[in-house]
């Protein structure tokens, strides 16, 4: 059964950066791609990133490409989103994301098949 371990989320004053970790366990991670979601407080979860298996593609959602960067390490089975420039309105909790790798970069939620429990990532004024 595939597993999802995210970390690397606190909190942060506005203009600073995180890196948050995405551990991936029981299955062969380059089979897989993977993303990024978060939710802020009454809002819908949201695409944030995404990379596909060789980690070749990367897509990100509205705004945050240029700001965020996700990359992947297969020989540590790890995915990792850096993020600069943190905003208040990034605070939310981050959700890692696991789709096998049959076509392109989902940016739908609907579209991954393994979730991690989420890090709360806190961006302050």
């Known amino acids: 059964q595939v597993q999802l371990i995210e970390s690397g989320g606190g909190l942060v004053q506005a203009g600073g950066s995180l890196r948050l970790s995405c551990a991936f366990s029981?299955?062969?991670?380059?089979?897989?791609?993977m993303a990024w979601f978060r939710q802020a407080p009454g809002k819908e979860r949201e695409f944030v990133a995404g990379?596909?298996?060789?980690?070749?593609?990367?897509d990100y959602g509205d705004s945050l490409k240029g700001r965020f960067t996700l990359s992947r390490d297969n020989a540590k089975n790890t995915v990792y989103l850096q993020m600069n420039s943190l905003k208040p309105e990034d605070t939310g909790i981050y959700y890692c994301?696991?789709?096998?790798?049959?076509?392109?970069?989902?940016?739908?939620?609907?579209?991954?098949?393994?979730w991690g429990q989420g890090t709360q990532v806190t961006v302050s004024t």
């Open positions: 994301a696991a789709r096998i790798s049959t076509g392109r970069i989902s940016t739908g939620r609907l579209a991954y098949d393994y």
């Open positions: 990379i596909n298996w060789s980690g070749s593609r990367t």
């Open positions: 029981g299955g062969i991670f380059s089979g897989y791609h």
